[in-house]
Structure formats: C-alpha cells, structure tokens
C-alpha cells in the first residue's frame, strides 16, 4: 500500500480550496509543530546538562526542592501519555477502514507521546537541578499544543464530528489536560518555594499526625482510587473480549459496514467500533494493567515514606521525652527500660504499618460497591445474593481480626515476660550452675513459654481461619451466584458473564483480604497511640530553672598538671594515730570562674523516690566551694539518694536547693552503678569534649587503666559496653571514674567510686585522682564512700543515718561537737588497722583478678575466632575461584538445607498433610474454574444448537444437562472450602511445632553448655537467639511460607491453564521466563542486602535508646542531653535511609513483575484470540484470561515470599548454630551417695590438672593436697596462678582432664553435676538478684521454712531492713535488685549461702560494696555459723587467710606450698613470706 501523509485514495485530501483550517489533514500536521519544537528545543539542553557533570546540583535527600504542583504535574503527564496511547490506537483502527494509509491519523499522536515523555525527563532534570527559568520552554510547549488542540476540536464540531465520536472526546480530553498543565507552569514561574510541612503542636497524637502527614495520605489516596478503577478494566475487557468471539460463532454475524466518511475526508470510529476489535480489547488490557500496576505502586511509595517519616517523628518524641523522664519512674519499676524498648521497637511500628494501610480505609468501599454494582450488571439478582455472602461474612472476618489482636497482645505479654527470665538466667549463668539452679529456673521459663505457645496456638488459629476466609469467601460467592443465577434466571450462563464475574470476585478478594489486616492494624494503632499518650504524660523530672540551658559551659583550656607528687599515704602508720594527729587542710582558694563560697546548698529539703513517703527529711546542708565533701554512712542510710536530690532526679516534697550561678551547668558526675556507652574507651572518657592527649594521659593514669587498656585489642580504640568487650565492674567503674575527672567542670561528684576497686587502687585514686588531680585545680569535690580512713583529707563531711542528715561540719568539729559519732569512726577505723596491716597481696587484688579475666576472655576469643578462621580458610580452598560472579551466585541461593531442617522441625506427618493438602487444593480450585468454563460452553453450545434448529438447521449436540453441570461444581466447591481450611491449618501447626521444637532444644542446649560457652559468647547474641530470630520463627516464619506456597502454585497453575489452552503461549514463555528469573535473582541478592543494612542500622538506634535509658542520671548530670538527641536524630535518619532503600527496592520489583505480568496478558489474550478463529472454546480463553490475570497479582508476592524467607530462614540458621553447642556432661552414679553427703567435708585432691578448653594450655597442672573435714583452708597466689580455677574446680565447671578430686571418700567426676553442686555452697564475687521475691532469691527450692530465712536474714543484717517492707519475705525484687542498693544485693547474696547449710562452704571475698563495719560482723558470723565445717577461702586480700589453719599456695597453676599460715609465715624462704614481706 503506497505510504502517504494524507493518504492516496482521495485527490482531494491536499485541497485548501475551502480553507486552509478546514483541511482535517493540514489540521492534524499543525498539530505536529508543539511537538517537533519541544523535542527540537529540549533535546540540545538535555544532551548537555547530561554531558557536563558541573551542571548537576548534588541534592541531598532532607533537603529535596520541589516546585508548586509537583504531583499535580505527575498525574497530568502520566493521564496525558495514556490519552495519547488512546489516540494513536483510534488512529491505527479509523487507517484501517481507509482504502489507502493515512498517516496523519496516528503519527501526530504517536510524537506527542514522545514529545510528553520527553517533557517528564525535561522537568526532572530542571527541578532536581533547580533551574526553574528552564520551564519556559514546556511553556511555550503547553500554549502551543493547547492551541492547535483547540483548533482541532472547533473544527471537529463544525464538521458534525461530536461526542459520539471517540476522536472528539479524545481530543477534548487533549485540551483538558493541556491548559491545565498550562496553570501549573504559570504558577511555578510565577511563584518558587520549597515545600516543607509544619506540623502544630497538639497534645492528640491522632491530629498531629493528621495535620503533619494529611497531604501526602491525600495523594496517596488519589492514587489508590485510580489505581482500583483501572484494575475493574480487566474484568470488562474479558467480557467485551468473549463477547466478541461468541458474536463470530454465531449464526447471525453482523453485515460488513458501509464506510462513509466525514466532511473532513477520513473515517472516524465510534467508541463502540472501537470496543468490537477484540486486538484492540487486548491492547486496552495491558494498558489498563500498566497504568493500574503504576498508580498503585505510586500510591504505595507516598505512603511507606509518609510512614517512614511518622516513625522517625515518633521516635524523636519518644527521646525527647525519655531524657525528661523522672528518676523514680525507672528505680521504682514503673517504667522498665523493656517498656521503653517496647515503645521504641514495636509500637512506632505498628503506627507506621498503620499510615502503610491507611489509604485502604476508604479505598476499599469504594472497590467493594464497583465490583458489586458491575456483578449486578452482568449477572442481575443473582449476583446480589454473592454480595449478601460477602456482607455477611464480613463480620466473622472482623472477629477474627479483632482475636487475632488479643492473641498477639496475649503472645507480646508472655513472650516480655519470658525474655525477662531468660535475661536473668543468662546474666547469672554461673550462679546457678554453681547452686544446680538451672534446672529449676530453666522450668520457669519452659512454663512461660507454654503460655506463651498456648496463645501461639491461639493466633495460629485465628491467622489459619483469616487465610481460610480469604481464599473461601470468593469460592462460596461463586457457588452462591451461579447456582442462584443457574436456576432462576431465565438465560444460560455464557463464558463472557461467567468468566468476567469471576474475574470480578477475584478482585473482591484484595479487599477482602484487607479488610481483616487494616481493622488488625487499625486496632493495633489505637493500642500504640494509647501506650504513647501514657508513656508522653508520665512524670517528669522537677522543672528547675537551672535546667533551661541544654549545652554545659565552655571548657577552659586543660591545664598542665606538674610532675611533683604530693605526700603518699602512709600505711605503716596506723589511721587512728592519723585521725588524732591530723591538721586541717587549709581552706584552697576557689576557682578564678568562681567567687561564692558555697557551691551547692539544700534548704528544710525533702525528696522522695516517687511516692509520698520522703526518702530523704530535714536536709539542710551545703557543699563549700572548690573543697573536698565527703558524704558517709552506712549501706543504705541516703548518700547517693542525697547527690541525685542535689542533681534534681528525685521528687522534691518541700524545701529547695540552691546552686551558684554557673556551677549546676558545669558537674561531673561518675554514678555507683557504672555506666559505659557503646562506644571505645577513649570516647567513653572523652564523653564528647575536645581531645586532650596530655590531659587524657594523666586520667588514665590516676585511674590505673593503662594496664587494661593494653591488654585490648586495640588498646583504647576498642569498642567496649554491650555490644563490644565485656569489662568486668571494677574496670568499668574505673572508666566512669575517668570520663568524671577528665571533664574540666566546676564541680564533681563521686557516688562510692572506690567500691569496686582495691584497697591499693583505691589508695592511688584518692592521691592522685582527688587530691592531686582534682583539688589541685580548685574544683570542688563531693565524694560518697565507706572509706572512713579517707576522712583525714576531707575539707567538709556530711554523715548521713537512715535518711536524715546526722552531722555536718569538719572532722575537728565532729571531734569537738559530737564525741560519740568520733569515737564509732574510730573504733572502725582500729578495725580496719587490723586489715590493713595484714593486707599483702596486691598482686591478687581485684583488679588484677578482673585483669587475669579479661585475658583469658580475649585470649578464649581468639582461639574461637582462629578455630572459625580455619573453618573458613578450608571451605575456601573447597572453591578455587572467588570471583565477584562466583560471591553473587552464593548470596543468590537459597538456604535449602536450613529450611529443611525448618520444616522437619515441625515433624514430617505436618509437613507431608502440608504438601499434600495445598497441592490438592489447587487442583480442586483449577478444576472448579474448568468445569466452569466446560459448563458454560456447553450451555453457549446448547443456546446456538436450539437457535439452528428454530431457523430450521440440523446439528448433531449431546442435550444440556443442567444439573449435572450444577451438582458437580457444587461438589467441587465445597471440596475446595474445606481443602483452604485444612491447608491452612497445617502450615500454621506446623510453624508452631517447628517454633516450639526449636526453642525448647535452644534453651536446653544453651542452659546446659559449659561456663566456657559463655565466656566466648556475648550475651547479646545469646539473648537475639531468644528475642528477634525467636520472635521470626514464631510469628513471621509461617505466613511467609504460606504465601510462597500459595503464591508458587498459583503461578505455576496459572502458566499450566494458559499453556493448556493456548500452547504458542510456551513460546513466548521462553523469554518472560528468563527476564523473570534474572529480576527475581538481582532482586533477592539486593534486598537481603537491603534487610541486613536496615538490620544494622537499626540495632544502634535501639542500642542509643537502651544506653540512654540507663545512664539518664549521668547524662543530665553533665547537661550533655543536646549531644545525645544530635546522636539520635543521626542515627534515625540513617535508618530511615535504609528502609526507605529497602522499600523502594519492593517498589522497583514489583513494577518489573506487575509490567511482566501485563505482557503475559497482552501475550496470552493475542495468543487465544487468534486460537479460538481454530475452533477454542470460548469458555477455555475466559480460562486463560483469568489465570493470566492472577499472574499478576501473585508474581511479585512470589518473589517477596521467597526474598523474606530467605531472610527469615537467617534466624533458623542462627539458632540450628547454637543446637550444635557441646553440653556438660550431667549423668553420674548415684548410687552410693548417701543422702547427708559431704557430712564431713574431708577433701582429697590427687594429681588434679585442669583446663578451661581442649584447645587452651592447663591452668592447673598436677595438684596434690588433703583437707582435714572442719579446716579452715586459704588459697592464694599470684596473678593466673590458678588459685580461682581450682574454686571450679570443686564444681567441675572447668575441664578436669587429669587427676581428681575426692570429697568424703567420693570421687566427684562420678557423681551427677545437679548432686555435686547442691551438695556444696559458695559466696560468690559478684550479687546476682533476680526477679521476684526475697524469699525465691533465698530459696528458688522452696525447701525451707521461715524461720530458716529469717535466721539466714538476721545472720546477713537484713532482718530488720526485710520485716520493713510489705510483704516482708513476700516483698518484690525488681528486675537485677535495683529496689536495693549494691551492698543490700551483696549481702542478699550472702544470705543465700546461708540458707543453704552445707558442710563444705568456697568463698571469694565478697565484700567490696559494703561498709567496714558490716564487713567485720559478716567474717566473723561466717566463721561462727561455720565453725565446724570446711570453709576453702580463695583470698584476695591475705589478711583473711592468715590465721587459716592451711594454706594452699599457687605460682603458674602449681602447687607449691601447702602448710599452716603460721608455718608458712616461719619460713623465710617461702613464696607465701615473700608475697607478705614484697607486698606482690
């Protein structure tokens, strides 16, 4: 056909003889020139904004500009390109009624199609380069094109060319959109801003996000409702479609046409002429898909960013407040750092998967009434009697989404609760292994989890009965409307109604599906938003004037401290001789910064930790100015209650305090309970102050840390707290001793700094730190400490009694004033004389011993990671190659082992009903679907039969019978209702089987490994294995694998069925094929990528909060409250970052997947339509049609369920890791154990080597030595001497590979470990409280009576102090003991080993954190309430050892002296008189 612009067929098309503008194809070309200028003008700008890089403006993502209109313009330019798609179709079918090709009918509107898509690429580059004066040119554009359109049409209606023309109306469209892209460009170059939203404070969480986020839900909304509408135009190009190719078969086709043309020449359809090519309907569908799939993906961007943003405003609300926080609310338990965790994790959470579905809300009705109203169309009555099916579920769908929420509150509530005993019993692992307690805490936690599995069980129920109702409810609308329409409607049932209803229903099922989810989120929402409102109004810290500033004062420069020391304590002398000889210091001169003498006072001050009751009455005090303040008193009596009133942590009930102007902006405060950030130790001591190398040298120094610091990895660069090494509590209190004395503040506050720390260190840190460091520069010092020998140096004292303040003034004027008190300090103080002169083993202080451990903990490490390392060097060398093609192909495979071992977790009948049951319930739904189209087109063929035989035509067709049609789909759907229901519910059990299979073997595994195990593995990764990984298998795990098994057989029967009816599908499968393959598999690599970098990013956001929430006092303290908000401003934005990543990650797949979906539409309606003018029924293409729209649907839920899984199947992995963990070897003969014994505590050690693990040198190597029953026994040594080792040894917690040990004639390594170690008792170093009752801590047994506690009580000073509380043994223990100080918790744990009355008691000096007097009362009960039993002292400081009745002596793990202390003493030559007289 020759090729022509206006075609040949007519002589007059060139003629202008009536007018230049009445020539329809001179019209059309004018039509041409805005678009040949746009391209002409945009294409050199383009080419060189791309060439040039100096061009491009680098716009960060907080900071993007868009110009007025910005999404109006998107809508308007997509809109335009489908109305242009429309007119180059119109144009292609109004050519094919014409005698020759009219290019003018289609090219003009083929260019403006590239000419808009040029104009999107045009105005992304202008406004992400911010050239707005750029825009004129699609000004110009827009004027042009608005123009000539608008000739166009003038000249359409005076021709008689009107709305019954499709061209008309889409040409009047054409004029729509271009003016009002005309306005939008007026307004951008009239007008430039940066659009910013600003929300208004408001007190309901609800408005604030409704004023904040209400615009871009709007447009999100917009989205959605365009996206629904388009997807009804799948169901309706399928009728139209088989409409058509029913019209071909039947016997009265329509006459051909007589083409007349217009005034203007050519011929223009009619949008019913349009419709009647079925081509035409297949190109309509994939472009309905295209835009559809587009707006929708849109729709779900705006939305997930506008959730991202909700979370990281909610977050910064959650900080801000948390930093206002009042003290009392986390002491007193009101507040747990779990319900912040739990604020900060899952509920901003939930309001952000809330905002997700928010647009659903009125998106839904919306599609519900189309659907129904086009059923009705199509189907009349019958599909109403559908509707009412679905309304009247509909509630049942909103119980179960209403139980489900109950169900996981319930699950959320044990699950808390069974974390909490976990944390426990790992913090206090070895306490409980020493007291054979594992077993009954292990129970604790084996009951909370029943719980917990039982509302498992629940929420597997009702999530089982959700997906059931999902996939059921269409099938039984199905089975409801064609029965009703079978029988009571007059006309048979063809395969276009059929086929497009289902297609309808379908549909429904997103909403449907929806609808239970939203109302689960929305009541999820509300429970978040009341969590939030309660936690935003709790109290708050005292609003004091000093607390306007955020920022502390500017630090001075740090001085030069001079090399010359000041006089050294002298511990020959006596203290009391010092105490009666002493010279008051001098008064120093203040700081030049300040001139009031008085640096702090507090007036008639009350202060209460909360409630009503004052814990602290009648203050009246003050601290002077640039002087040393010690604070004393007995455990408990106030003194650090005292500092955080003067800080303004507690309540004040009445009275005030009083800071001088400048000193409350400039503290520096080291808390009792020490605090380190997760971060290295330089910047722990730093704290956010400028570097100082000299200054920094002299603080660890002072603080005696550069021999820790040397034994780390990487010295002071190595990351310690939570998430880093492990220090043990002296050296991390040493750390928060420095980062007070290396800030250059005013004033410094010192809570019981020396408690964890050794006499000698603590020597060293008074000389150095306090009186040198710090008094030297006239700051001012208030320390609170038991040490009473420190007095002396004291400028000021303040002694505190049971919450009142007992004396204040100088030591000279207590001596004078207050005899008695003098008197009591210094009988102490002859006590302590006593100590101190016997006190000679520096080297096994404790701070050597927390040296010795972090070796052997770092060295532990090393050897697991050298022992991984080689793991990995032989896997490697399995692998020649390791190139970047080779790491990719790794990443992209699936764990097919791990989630084998998943899914025989849940026990192989489950997993085979799984398999089985969702196979045959596919069947069943494909064969429904078959038999539809069967009966269907047997009723067509029946209707055409009969109609032949009226106009007096024979054919030969079996009769149609109805009720065989009728009673075989009905048993079919009620096959495929009850196969959803038990296809569910075996993916659920068997998810739940799998979990609680999984944790039960966890938790035993990890409750009976070695102590070594826990050594060498932090206790953050144990406590995810139980948290997050448990929390994935529990709940995530299972509905991901049923909507990969729903969505892969889905799939699968969707490309069978079209394969089956159309087999040239096959073909063009080929290349979708791969194109799929390669999305899926660059998709997978990058978004498991993706999820680890949110992973990663996420876990130092919740870290910020956790630290935060437990160093609030220390960070007020310093005013550093803008520092840290600054810190988590950053690190929410770079969460924000990543997720935001990872979403649109889902969006770039599921575009790709949605448009490959389209294509195989596109491709299988061609492929069928040309098929069926063969002899294909036309019930099998609706068949095809229909499963080729599910593909789209269920390609990218493919892929995300394969991708999640994946991911989900990391927590399998870790936690099968952790399965293969070696367990103590508990079995033994019991046999001959009588049941009194040890009864003598007579213990033989033979030979005995010990090891810590198999792959570590013998810490312990051929021990000899015999222990009379009764004795008194003290162990010492130097440094790794193995003195300790041995004490685990009696336990059999360490590998005892050589020799034995025999306790009254028994052999222990024959005997059970639970036996051993309830048969033997131990105090150990550190107090371990857990939660519950006083009497549960005594007693986890439940074995003794009262009056057994009340002795052990009473024996422990604490009787008094328990019949105080309510409840009195019944009283609760917060979570770690916090209700208690630290020398309460010791002396608990003192208590506990009491209770137990064993003949054979270990000691490791316990008694660091309680007062001297207590101390003294506690060794000599010991040795009272033991006298007739074996008491084995493991000494760090030999002063308790010395009137031992033996002594064992170790150097290098070797036994080298063993005698009486006397004997020992009597030898010049022995270790033990070296180690006295040496002081080492």
């Known amino acids: 056909m020759p090729l022509s612009f206006c075609g040949n067929d007519n002589a007059s098309a060139y003629s202008v003889d009536d007018g230049v503008l009445d020539n329809g194809c001179f019209v059309d070309a004018l039509n041409l020139v805005p678009h040949v200028f746009l391209l002409f003008i945009t294409f050199p700008i383009l080419f060189i904004g791309w060439g040039s890089q100096s061009s491009k403006v680098q716009i960060h993502h907080s900071t993007w500009l868009h110009f007025p209109g910005h999404n109006m313009r998107w809508i308007l330019t997509f809109t335009l390109l489908f109305v242009h798609v429309c007119e180059t179709a119109e144009g292609i079918v109004s050519d094919v009624y014409m005698k020759s090709c009219h290019l003018h009918l289609f090219l003009p509107a083929f260019v403006g199609f590239i000419a808009a898509t040029t104009s999107v690429v045009y105005y992304h580059n202008i406004e992400t380069s911010n050239f707005p004066k750029l825009l004129l040119a699609l000004f110009i554009y827009w004027v042009l094109a608005f123009v000539t359109k608008t000739i166009k049409l003038v000249k359409y209606y005076e021709h008689n060319v009107g709305v019954q023309h499709l061209r008309f109306c889409i040409t009047a469209m054409l004029v729509i959109l271009y003016a009002l892209l005309m306005a939008v460009e007026i307004n951008v170059i ?33 989205f959605r409702y365009l996206a629904d509408l388009l997807g009804f135009a799948g169901p309706l190009c399928i009728y139209c479609i088989l409409l058509r190719l029913d019209d071909r078969k039947s016997p009265q086709m329509s006459e051909q046409k007589n083409v007349t043309t217009s005034d203007l020449i050519v011929y223009y359809v009619s949008s019913h002429e349009l419709l009647e090519n079925t081509f035409i309907l297949a190109v309509l569908l994939f472009l309905a898909l295209i835009l559809q799939r587009t707006f929708l993906q849109a729709s779900y961007y705006v939305t997930i960013e506008t959730g991202i943003n909700l979370r990281g405003a909610l977050l910064a609300m959650i900080y801000n407040k948390m930093l206002r926080l009042s003290t009392s609310n986390m002491s007193m338990g009101e507040m747990t750092l779990g319900q912040i965790n739990n604020l900060v994790a899952i509920e901003t959470n939930q309001l952000m998967w809330f905002l997700f579905l928010c647009p659903n809300l009125w998106a839904m009705p919306v599609q519900i009434i ?42 959320l509530d044990y699950s808390t609760d069974r974390l909490k005993k976990t944390n426990e019993i790992l913090k206090g692992i070895k306490l409980l292994k020493l007291y054979a307690w594992e077993n009954i805490f292990c129970s604790s936690v084996e009951e909370t989890r029943v719980k917990e599995l039982t509302s498992l069980k629940t929420f597997a129920l009702y999530t089982s009965l959700s997906i059931f109702m999902n996939a059921a409810v269409p099938i039984a609308a199905v089975l409801v409307t064609f029965m009703t329409h079978a029988y009571t409607s007059s006309t048979e049932l063809s395969p276009a109604v059929a086929f497009a209803s289902l297609a309808l229903f379908h549909i429904l099922v997103t909403p449907l599906f929806l609808l239970s989810t939203v109302v689960r989120f929305t009541v999820k929402a509300i429970v978040s938003v009341q969590k939030l409102g309660e936690f935003l109004l709790s109290d708050e810290i005292g609003d004091d004037s000093w607390r306007n500033g955020e920022t502390s004062v500017s630090l001075e420069s740090c001085k030069k401290h001079p090399g010359a020391h000041t006089k050294a304590i002298n511990r020959k002398l006596p203290l009391r001789y010092q105490l009666d000889s002493f010279e008051q210091p001098s008064r120093r001169q203040p700081r030049p910064t300040e001139t009031e003498d008085i640096a702090v006072k507090v007036n008639n001050g009350f202060f209460s930790w909360g409630s009503n009751v004052a814990t602290l009455s009648d203050i009246n005090m003050h601290i002077p100015t640039g002087q040393l303040t010690m604070i004393v008193g007995q455990v408990g009596c106030g003194k650090s209650s005292l500092l955080l009133a003067m800080l303004g942590e507690m309540q004040t009930i009445g009275g005030k305090v009083h800071w001088s102007n400048k000193n409350r902006n400039s503290v520096a405060y080291a808390a009792q309970k020490s605090w380190l950030l997760n971060a290295t130790v330089e910047e722990n001591i730093t704290f956010g102050n400028p570097f100082n190398k000299q200054r920094y040298k002299a603080v660890i120094d002072t603080c005696s840390l550069q021999p820790d610091i040397d034994l780390l990895p990487y010295g002071d660069q190595t990351e310690i707290g939570e998430r880093g090494i492990n220090l043990s509590g002296g050296q991390r209190q040493r750390i928060c001793v420095a980062r007070a004395l290396y800030q250059n503040t005013n004033i410094v506050f010192l809570d019981d700094p020396f408690s964890a720390l050794d006499i000698h260190l603590s020597d060293h840190l008074m000389q150095e730190g306090i009186l040198k460091f710090l008094q030297d520069d006239k700051r001012t010092v208030v320390l609170v400490t038991h040490k009473l020998q420190y007095l002396i140096h004291a400028d000021w004292i303040i002694a505190m009694k049971d919450g009142t303040l007992l004396r204040e003034g100088t030591l000279k004027d207590i001596q004078n004033n207050d005899i008695e008190l003098y008197k009591h300090w210094k009988t102490l103080m002859n006590r302590q004389d006593q100590e101190l002169e016997k006190d000679t083993d520096v080297a096994d202080s404790q701070t050597a011993l927390e040296r010795k451990n972090l070796r052997r903990a770092l060295y532990s490490r090393e050897a697991k990671s050298q022992i991984d390392d080689e793991d990995e060097e032989e896997e490697e060398e399995e692998d020649d190659e390791d190139t970047m093609s080779m790491m990719t192909s790794r990443r992209s495979k699936i764990p097919w082992r791990v989630c084998w071992n998943y899914l025989t977790s849940g026990g192989f009948l ?42 007096g035509t024979l054919t030969d067709t079996a009769p149609f019978d109805l009720s065989y049609y009728t009673t075989g789909f009905s048993i079919l759907c009620s096959s495929g209702i009850v196969l959803c229901l038990i296809a569910s519910l075996t993916v659920e059990w068997m998810g739940l089987f799998a979990a609680r299979n999984l944790h039960h073997n966890l938790l035993n595994k990890i409750i009976l490994a070695p102590i070594r195990f826990f050594d060498i593995t932090p206790l953050g990764q144990m406590l995810n294995r139980f948290s997050a990984d448990t929390n994935i298998i529990d709940q995530h795990i299972p509905p991901t694998l049923e909507s990969l098994t729903r969505s892969t057989l889905l799939c699968l029967s969707a490309i069978g069925v079209i394969a089956f009816v159309t087999p040239f599908f096959l073909i063009a499968m080929l290349p979708l094929g791969i194109a799929f393959y390669f999305i899926q598999k660059y998709f997978r690599v990058a978004s498991k990528d993706l999820q680890d970098l949110d992973d990663s990013t996420q876990l130092p956001l919740l870290c910020h909060f956790s630290e935060t929430a437990e ?11 803008a520092r840290f908000k600054q810190r988590m401003l950053e690190l929410i934005d770079t969460n924000n970052v990543a997720y935001l990543f990872l979403s649109a990650a889902n969006r770039w797949l599921e575009v790709r997947t949605d448009y490959l979906g389209a294509v195989i539409v596109l491709t299988a309606a061609v492929t069928s339509i040309c098929t069926s003018e063969n002899g294909l029924q036309s019930g099998l293409v609706g068949l095809g049609l229909t499963y080729a729209l599910t593909v789209t649907n269920y390609l990218n839920w493919l892929v995300r369920s394969l991708a999640d899984l994946e991911v989900q199947m990391g927590a399998v992995k870790k936690v099968s890791g952790f399965l293969s963990t070696e367990s103590e070897n508990y079995e033994g003969d019991l046999s001959q154990v009588p049941e009194d014994w040890p009864q003598q505590g007579e213990i033989k050690i033979q030979n005995l080597s010990v090891r810590y693990d198999s792959v570590l040198k013998p810490v312990l190597k051929h021990v000899n030595a015999y222990i009379n029953p009764g004795q008194k026994v003290g162990i010492c040594g130097r440094t790794g001497s193995g003195k300790s080792s041995l004490s685990l040894a009696f336990f059999r917690m360490v590998d005892m590979f050589q020799g034995k040990i025999i306790i009254d004639g028994i052999d222990i390594s024959k005997l059970p470990l639970p036996t051993l170690r309830s048969r033997l008792s131990i105090i150990l170093q550190d107090p371990v409280l857990f939660s519950g009752s006083i009497r549960f801590n005594l007693d986890p047994e439940r074995t003794c009576t009262d009056d057994r506690l009340w002795e052990a009580l009473e024996i422990a000073q604490l009787k008094n102090m328990v019949k105080s509380l309510p409840g009195g043994l019944d009283a609760v223990v917060t979570e770690g003991g916090e209700n208690f100080s630290v020398g309460q918790r010791q002396l608990f744990c003192l208590a506990r080993a009491f209770v137990r009355k064993s003949s054979i008691l270990i000691m490791d000096e316990a008694t660091a954190s309680i007062d001297m007097a207590t101390e003294h009362i506690l060794q000599k009960v010991v040795m009272t309430a033991f006298a007739d039993r074996t008491v084995v002292t493991i000494a760090h400081r030999v002063s308790s050892i010395l009137e031992a009745e033996q002594v064992l002596v170790f150097c290098e793990g070797i036994l080298v002296e063993c005698d009486s202390a006397s004997s020992l003493l009597s030898q010049d030559d022995s270790l033990f008189t070296l180690l006295v007289k040496t002081h080492k």
Request: with cysteine; proline share 2%.
């Open 1111 to 1121: 160093g609030l006092t220390t960070i007020r303290a310093f005013r550093h409250e």
């Open 910 to 951: 489950l997993l085979f009903m799984m398999i089985f049951c969702n196979l045959l319930k596919h069947s069943v739904i494909v064969a429904i679907d078959y038999w539809l189209a069967t009966w269907t087109s047997s009723a067509q063929n029946s209707s055409m039969s009969a109609h032949s035989s009226v106009n």
């Open 190 to 222: 009239r007008v430039r801003k940066m659009v910013t939203d600003q929300a208004d404070k408001s007190p309901s969480i609800w408005r604030s996000m409704y004023r904040a986020f209400g615009r871009p839900i709007l447009l999100s909304s917009t």
């Open 370 to 411: 189309m659907g129904v109203v086009l059923l009705h169309y199509l189907l009349g009555f019958s599909a109403l009697i559908g509707a009412c099916v679905i309304v009247l579920l509909a509630p049942i769908q909103y119980f179960i989404a209403t139980k489900l929420a109950e169900a996981q509150k319930s699950t």
